[in-house]
């Protein structure tokens, strides 16, 4: 089947099942420009719970999808690539998480959206890279266990005066943005501005200009004066500034910053999705329930 095509039949399945197609920024192109709705994990989530559409195709990494379920329990919520996870997300599990709480009985544990369920069950907060350090500061409590990543927990650490404890976490795509990196590139392109997400090393953050999340990088590029920006995330994200700012310049920080499982679907994948009603991304109700509450507390701050 042509690209054309699939693109077609996906659209005539989309209106015969009703369903509607979600798209992380750091998709395809392909898959972005057949998206309903485009966003950060968060936005996208929070939009599965908004929308009247009971069936969602959630382009994204699994832990993305099931934040979308634990939203909106009465949808279904298709992932077209079952294999299509966040390594970072599933470097601590719930018993490692429960065993760590009961070193540090006087912590309180935040979760970063990027975990599984089981995992937010067991958090007393949720929080993303754009509310992190909200979050932390609103937490009645001095002691801060910070999971999974410990580039956003360096970053928190710096602001705030809670004492931050950080799980040995990261997510490699940011990790592997060096500061040379970044040097290099202000090299061949003086003028440009440094934007990085938080889930890369200090280091790399003491060289940026700006330290914002997927969706504020893409709210700042629409406002921005600058022409030129040098982009420290996942390169997937370049597709849709370009496609909305098509006068300004966007560079990766590192070329070869790609995030494997995110491009691990296609529109094949979306289409066969969409046809055969797989892969049902399903939470347990009770886990789901305690999840929920933990993001929920983090949506009220
Ligand atoms: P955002 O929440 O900023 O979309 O980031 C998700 C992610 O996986 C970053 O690597
Ligand atoms: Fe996970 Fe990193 Fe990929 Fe984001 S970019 S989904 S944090 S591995």
Redesign the pocket.
């Known amino acids: 089947m042509t690209k054309e095509e699939m693109t077609e039949r996906i659209a005539k399945l989309k209106k015969e099942k009703s369903a509607v197609i979600f798209a992380h920024n750091?998709q395809i192109g392909e898959v972005q420009d057949m998206a309903d709705y485009i966003g950060d994990s968060l936005e996208l989530s929070q939009k599965a719970a908004q929308i009247k559409e009971k069936l969602i195709v959630f382009c994204g990494?699994h832990f993305m999808a099931e934040t979308a379920s634990i939203l909106a329990p009465e949808k279904t919520v298709l992932i077209p690539e079952i294999k299509a996870g966040?390594?970072?997300?599933n470097m601590i599990n719930a018993s490692q998480l429960r065993k760590w709480k009961k070193k540090y009985p006087e912590g309180k544990a935040v979760c970063y959206v990027?975990t599984t369920a089981e995992v937010k069950a067991e958090c007393d907060i949720c929080c993303t890279s754009s509310n992190a350090v909200k979050v932390v500061n609103s937490i009645d409590g001095d002691e801060i266990l910070f999971a999974p990543d410990k580039n956003l927990a360096a970053y928190v650490a710096r602001h705030t005066e809670k004492k931050i404890i950080p799980w040995d976490g990261y997510?490699?795509?940011?990790n592997n943005i060096l500061a040379r990196d970044i040097k290099e590139k202000k090299s061949l392109y003086p003028e440009a501005e440094v934007w990085v997400h938080p889930?890369c090393r200090p280091e790399v953050i003491d060289l940026a200009d700006k330290v914002v999340s997927t969706g504020k990088m893409v709210k700042e590029a629409r406002k921005t004066k600058k022409n030129e920006i040098i982009i420290g995330t996942?390169t997937g994200i370049i597709y849709r500034m370009k496609k909305e700012n098509s006068e300004k310049d966007f560079y990766p920080a590192r070329d070869m910053a790609l995030?494997s499982?995110?491009k691990k679907i296609n529109l094949k994948k979306v289409l066969r999705s969409l046809e055969k009603i797989i892969y049902r991304v399903e939470v347990p109700s009770e886990i789901s329930r305690k999840a929920r509450g933990a993001i929920e507390k983090m949506v009220e701050i």
């Open positions: 750091y990494v966040c390594p970072m997300a990027n997510c490699y795509v940011h889930e996942e995030c499982n995110m």
